[in-house]
């Protein structure tokens, strides 16, 4: 015969689940498919439990819970090994804690309890269970990174609370003392899990600023080597236009198709050339590059500039906050009917340099922490250009200022950078 109480209480713990890992984790292909086979899983949980031994059931629920988190979603083994744990830790505290409180003893088999304490005591552990769970999704703010560290000391503490809980269910001591010391197992676990949660999250936005700073160093020694290009060539091309001119005379009026050779050698000689906006050469050419890269793109781009003072700004601080700055640009126009972009590079009071970025955006940014986010897919992986910016700008007791014209669908970026004094 089939036991109701137990097969509700494994459904719940099913259901639970599936919450905690759908809102917590990113399945590897969908969520139905990875709902699916989580019920597979614990259907194997439900029948490692008709054994009626204590330890089978506690072991298979870590080990199926364990498997669907690490083969279903995408996330690492020890994060996968750490959640599980927790997730036994919080299933045994709940159901051997309303046990005790019911008021029956602990035992090693369900048939040492009547079937109503069994659906009663299930159905309050899993309520308590739900709950635990619930509060472990508000204290993670976002999805856990798939490739997130976990210490694998904290695994030790959800761990030690399940043998903890067996050894007070079955110790002979009164409800008060039993109830404080699951109270404080409950809240422990918890501020570890938060603990857990932080940890990850701190330790991915390191790693993709690391990247981040990577990416734009080696875009750092590309410009490098074309400011060092541009330097090169500046008597090579005062000496070629001249040697153009002269052809150019030498050549008959009716030779129509030399004099086309010799305009295409002038048009492509202009690539060679880059304006001097600033006295800071790694950004002049960050301007030419990205010149060149909007007219690819079918981006109007317009560059004004008053000779602004920014040399005292490092080269890779340099290629950071304007690379960044016209990439999300770039990157926003792109999908706008009218593309264009107008950069403004002038000085306030003798005391500031100012950079000011506007740009066409048909969609209105996301906030959050007061500053403008990705809206790409997969934001964990992106976004970071802002957070970069900001960081070099602190270097230069500086700010970033944005603000987007809903009406009229124009975004604008502006940095003012401290002059220092001579």
Not at 160 to 173: F, Y
Not at 280 to 285: D, H
Not at 316 to 335: G, K, P
Request: hydrophobic letters at 45%; aromatic letters at 12%.
């Amino acid at each position: 015969m089939i036991d109701i109480g137990y097969l509700f209480g494994c459904l719940s713990e099913y259901l639970i689940f599936t919450y905690f890992a759908n809102t917590n984790l990113t399945p590897r292909k969908s969520y139905p498919k990875s709902t699916a086979v989580a019920f597979l899983g614990y259907v194997i949980i439900w029948m490692a439990g008709l054994l009626n031994s204590v330890v089978i059931s506690i072991a298979a629920f870590f080990a199926i819970n364990v498997i669907l988190l690490r083969f279903e979603y995408i996330i690492s083994l020890k994060t996968a090994i750490f959640y599980g744990i927790l997730l036994d830790a919080f299933s045994t505290l709940s159901e051997f804690a309303l046990s005790y409180w019911y008021g029956v003893r602990f035992h090693f088999s369900r048939d040492d309890y009547t079937a109503q304490q069994v659906f009663t005591i299930l159905t309050g552990s899993k309520l308590s269970y739900l709950m635990e769970v619930i509060i472990l999704k508000h204290l993670s703010k976002r999805k856990a990174f798939p490739n997130a560290e976990i210490n694998l000391g904290l695994i030790v503490i959800p761990l030690m609370t399940i043998i903890c809980v067996i050894i007070l269910v079955t110790a002979e001591i009164n409800y008060t003392i039993f109830s404080v010391m699951c109270s404080v197992l409950l809240i422990i676990n918890i501020i570890t899990f938060y603990i857990h949660a932080r940890m990850s999250e701190k330790n991915q936005q390191l790693k993709l600023l690391q990247q981040e700073r990577e990416k734009n160093m080696a875009e750092l020694v590309e410009y490098r080597i074309l400011a060092e290009k541009y330097e090169n060539t500046k008597i090579m091309r005062h000496d070629f236009r001249k040697l153009l001119a002269v052809l150019s005379d030498l050549i008959s009026e009716d030779n129509e198709k030399a004099k086309k050779y010799m305009r295409e050698l002038q048009f492509s000689q202009r690539d060679l050339d880059y304006a001097r906006y600033t006295d800071n050469n790694i950004l002049n050419v960050i301007l030419a590059q990205k010149a060149r890269e909007c007219r690819d793109a079918g981006i109007e781009i317009h560059i004004h500039s008053d000779s602004p003072t920014l040399s005292f700004i490092s080269d890779i601080d340099t290629v950071t906050i304007f690379s960044n700055l016209i990439d999300n640009a770039i990157e926003a126009s792109a999908d706008t009917e009218k593309k264009e972009i107008f950069v403004d590079l002038y000085t306030v009071n003798g005391a500031f340099s100012a950079v000011k970025v506007e740009n066409n955006a048909d969609r209105e940014p996301v906030v959050s922490d007061g500053m403008p986010q990705t809206q790409k897919d997969d934001p964990d992986e992106h976004g970071l250009g802002i957070r970069s910016i900001n960081n070099a700008l602190k270097k230069y007791n500086s700010s970033l200022d944005w603000s987007y014209d809903k009406e009229n669908k124009f975004f604008r970026t502006l940095v003012l950078l401290h002059i220092p004094p001579k």
